[in-house]
């Protein structure tokens, strides 16, 4: 039964998936070229370790290379919940070593937009990238 609080639009689902997968995708891609072009490798490595992350080097390339390269992944709906279980990990990780003690706001380095990715990472975990990807190009059954 359609209703205002329980619509079943057709396809509803898939768009919802490619909306959250676009937007989270750009997010992504945005913060880790971020880090590759105006930060540097140097500067986020430096930033890292101040922050206590171990192993800073490789942090700051494991971000860079996830950001971006799991940001064009979720673009295109590739690896889509394993890219998202990636993303959420690296989000953990961003709360407890950066933003857990600066409050929920992201002008003071708090936790929002952190909290934002993840909620929209969540569902394309469990759910997957949905009929408009690359992954259900693969994983259609042959005819």
């Known amino acids: 039964m359609r209703t205002l609080l329980h619509p079943t639009i057709p396809g509803g689902t898939d768009l919802a ?11 992504l891609i945005a913060h880790g070229w971020q880090k590759l072009d105006e930060f540097t ?4 490595e430096a930033f890292l370790g101040d922050a206590g992350v171990p192993l800073a080097g490789i942090a700051a390339w494991w971000l860079i290379i996830t950001e971006i390269g799991g940001g064009i992944a979720l ?12 993303g ?10 950066v933003h857990a003690g600066n409050g929920l706001f992201v002008a003071a380095g708090g936790v929002e937009l952190v909290l934002l990715l ?8 469990l759910l997957g990238a949905g009929r408009l990807s690359v992954d ?7 005819r």
């Open 75 to 86: 673009l295109f709906g590739v690896l889509t919940p394993v890219v998202a279980l990636i």
């Open 88 to 97: 959420i990990a690296n989000m953990i990780g961003a709360i407890a070593f």
């Open 136 to 142: 259900r190009l693969i994983a259609a059954p042959a």
């Open 41 to 44: 490798p140097a500067g986020t």
């Open 17 to 27: 998936l490619l909306a959250l997968r676009v937007i989270a995708g750009i997010v």
């Open 118 to 125: 993840i909620a929209a990472l969540a569902p394309l975990a």
